[in-house]
């Protein structure tokens, strides 16, 4: 009896180790391709493990969410109110000093857009298909929760407006992503890790699912505003902006040349994820680290 209780037992242990691989492939893979080409190490196993935070609970506080109708994204609530932007002096940092700053209540999708939702502004014929020969994720199975790559950013506003949303102000995105406390990351002060966040000490080497890293959300339960990729965001940037910027709800200098971007990426080291760093590239430029995610104003 004892024997037979035993074989059940084994049998479910079976049945949901195939479950968790079959809907996480992409682990599959990647653990596949590091054996084939000889990178596979011990660090990149136990970093794919730590990013699911098996068995704890996210510290947030609970936040107001809604579901879009468009791509079923999940979006937190930010209230309204002033925080600090930035940090340093405008001696030591001119690019990112810190200044008070206002802002009205808004939405922000929880994670960064993904292929699967990507894939419905497609099939609606309202967005391009990413560039298939350069994006290695898109349109497969085992990528379809991993975040949109490949993206300029006019493809990323025509997806937010498609979605009933739009590209996040500079400043809307760092008050989601550090909250009121003028932390230095979305967890708080501890030094990054695997279990946190992806970027280049956690050996993984390319963005993965992004509904990982709980224990990593922003005070707001916002995911991966650290790592895995880069974000558009809808400013124009400047690295002097800071000193001219309105109060309240600043949208970002009326022109420019190159878009402001936001969030580390997987390939970014420990001093390049914190949430008030500035990033700049050319709005018709696209990568393999590039992303996006929406945002909404509050009624």
Partial sequence: MVKKFFSWVALALL????????????????????????TISRQGLRSEIAAFDFGMRSP????????????????????????IMGR????????RFKHPVYLDA????????????????????????????????????AYRD????????????V????????????????KAARGTDTRTYPWGEEYPNPSLVNFQEARIGEPISAYR????????????????VREWVADWFDDNYYKYSPYKN??????????????????????????????KHEPDSAGLSRGFRCAESAE
């Avoid at 999940?74 to 309204?80: I, L, P």
């Avoid at 340093?88 to 690019?95: A, E, L, N, W």
């Avoid at 997806?159 to 760092?174: I, S, V």
């Avoid at 949208?251 to 990426?265: D, F, K, L, N, Y």
Wanted: glycine share 10%.
């Fill in 60 to 83: 947030r506080p609970a936040v107001k969410t809604k579901i879009s109708s468009a791509d079923g994204m999940t979006q937190m609530h930010v209230s309204e109110g002033e925080f």
């Fill in 146 to 157: 991993h975040p949109v790559v490949y993206m300029n950013w006019f493809t990323a506003k």
């Fill in 250 to 279: 600043p949208t970002g200098p009326e022109t420019g040349i190159e878009r402001a971007m936001r969030s580390g990426a997987y390939d970014a080291r420990y001093n390049g994820i914190e949430t008030y760093q500035r990033f």
């Fill in 106 to 141: 808004f939405w922000m999708d929880q994670v960064e857009v993904t292929n699967a939702m990507y894939k419905k502004c497609v099939e609606a014929g309202a967005c391009p298909l990413p560039v298939l020969r350069l994006n290695p994720y898109y349109g497969k199975w």
């Fill in 88 to 95: 340093g002096t405008k001696t030591t940092h001119p690019r």
């Fill in 159 to 174: 997806y937010c407006e498609w979605a009933g949303r739009r590209l996040p102000t500079e400043a809307e995105w760092e």
């Fill in 213 to 228: 890293y709980p224990l990593g959300a922003s005070p707001y339960g916002v995911l991966n505003m650290s790592g895995n």
């Fill in 15 to 38: 049945i949901l180790s195939f479950g968790f691989a079959f809907w996480n492939l992409d682990i599959l893979l990647r653990v596949w391709k590091a054996a084939q080409s000889g």
